[in-house]
């Protein structure tokens, strides 16, 4: 089963990844190691960390495909996790592959800036994080993209029939939730 757990940043899909592997013990890859691949890497291929979450999920798109063909081939299970994922992107391929696939979307479309930016502070307080490293400026204006950006997945989502998860509101339940349905036999 290959499971791909996308959305948007700090919504929640490191951990309900980190937990899915604990429970499934199966490998995780991160979109972002790849990213940081290519973009320490190869970076004439044009696929780095300073484009926006969609621009990255198209310019990787043929490659991750790829890839995911690859593990079907081989039968393994695997979680793959990173905002480098649309749904308008994955549901042809999700059809195509409904038995060996879970995906599921994570976001914050009903979170006030201020809020989400008070919880991030407080649960990376002590943590190694690329974002709390930047200033209150940046780190306000990244939340206020990413909660548009929520927005856009979730009517995606809603339109191609994808299931979304939106941690606004409460975070562990709607991640309990988001793992039922990873788990969920079909």
Not at 20 to 25: A, G, S
Not at 153 to 166: A, L, N, P, V
């Amino acid at each position: 089963m290959i499971y791909i757990i996308s959305g948007t940043s700090r919504s929640g899909k490191t951990l309900l990844a980190q937990n899915l592997m604990q429970r499934r013990v199966i490998p995780l890859v991160s979109l972002d190691w790849l990213v940081m691949g290519f973009t320490n890497g190869i970076p004439e291929y044009g696929i780095h960390d300073k484009l926006w979450p969609d621009e990255i999920a198209e310019r990787l798109w043929d490659y991750l495909k790829a890839i995911l063909e690859s593990i079907i081939w081989s039968d393994s299970d695997i979680i793959i996790e990173g905002e480098a994922v649309l749904p308008e992107l994955i549901i042809d391929f999700q059809k195509k592959h409904t038995r060996c696939m879970r995906v599921c979307f994570l976001g914050y479309a009903h979170v006030s800036v201020l809020q989400k930016v008070k919880e991030v502070y407080e649960y990376h307080q002590d943590k190694k994080d690329w974002l709390t490293q930047e200033s209150k400026q940046y780190v306000e204006d990244h939340i206020h993209n990413m909660v548009e950006y929520s927005k856009r997945i979730e009517k995606t989502c809603r339109h191609y029939g994808i299931s979304y998860f939106d941690t606004s509101k409460n975070f562990k339940q709607a991640l309990d939730q988001a793992m039922e349905y990873l788990l969920k036999e079909k």
